[in-house]
């Protein structure tokens, strides 16, 4: 090495520059933009949501959308209770003896055949949202999937000791030519409202299931149906049928005429069914319900 010769220093009559630290947070964001897309979709609305207040539910919200269809989960059940009395049909003619059997024995064998309630049953659907977002109710509409005439075999008829329960929803079956019945806001009336009008659920809420309780009618026939709701969410269009397809439908069947008839006196202490051969004596048997 040469004694005389100066050393080099960067930036003192040279064309070098002192090398900056390199800056971490902007590689940090170089290296995210090169992240898989999904991943992408899964980091920035956390990021949004620590750094600007209030933006935490619409992200939770879409990080579900990403990961899970269960935007509203709902479930159907028959709710025979509803209706005060236990009016029962089915296609099955049941022999028991006619001595009298033990109502809940007979009530279980006309509900294991086809079977359906008389006149007005009573079912509910349970809706519950997983979204913090609020989900409105559009539209709520009876989808008949089978018409026929009404169930001829066997009646089972108990008269109410108290009073029924009040529906939310109500279907008249045979209103309209199509197969889709609107609801209606229950009523004594010819002219009742449509169920969204002033119906008391329209929307649903995370954390607070709502219980639609629903009452159909019909006076003409054996019908098959599910309820079918349409909803929105956050501007999306979706639909949800119940009972949902492969699970057996609703069914209600009109009064009729009927081969046997099970007609429990609720007077009588010993809580049996009397059993009445309808076609050798139809006077003793009830084919309309009474007013």
Known sequence: MNPKRKPVVA????SLRPSRPPNRGLAWWRGLGRAPKWLLATVMPLVLAVAVPGVAPLVADRTRDLFSGDVLTARAESYPDLVAGQYWATDAVITEP???????????????????????????????????????????TAVVEERRLPLAGTAFVADPQGSEETALVEFRLDSGAGIEIPALVPSDTAGARPY???????FVEQG??????????????????????????????????????GQPAFATTAWGYHAVEYNMHTGDASQTAQRHDCQAQPAACRFKPRS
Not at 11 to 14: D, E, L, M
Not at 216 to 237: H, L, M, N, P
């Open 11 to 14: 930036g003192r009559g040279t």
């Open 196 to 202: 969204l009008t002033d119906g008391k659920i329209r």
């Open 98 to 140: 006619a001595t009298g059997p033990a109502t809940g024995r007979v009530l279980d064998e006309v509900r294991r055949h086809t079977s359906a309630q008389l006149g007005v049953s009573g079912h509910q659907v349970t809706l519950e949202s997983h979204r913090s977002g609020r989900i409105d109710i559009e539209k709520i």
């Open 208 to 245: 607070k299931p709502e219980h639609l309780v629903i009452r159909a009618k019909t006076e003409t026939c054996f019908c098959r149906w599910r309820v079918r709701i349409e909803y929105s969410y956050r501007g999306d269009q979706r639909t949800i049928v119940l009972p949902p397809p």
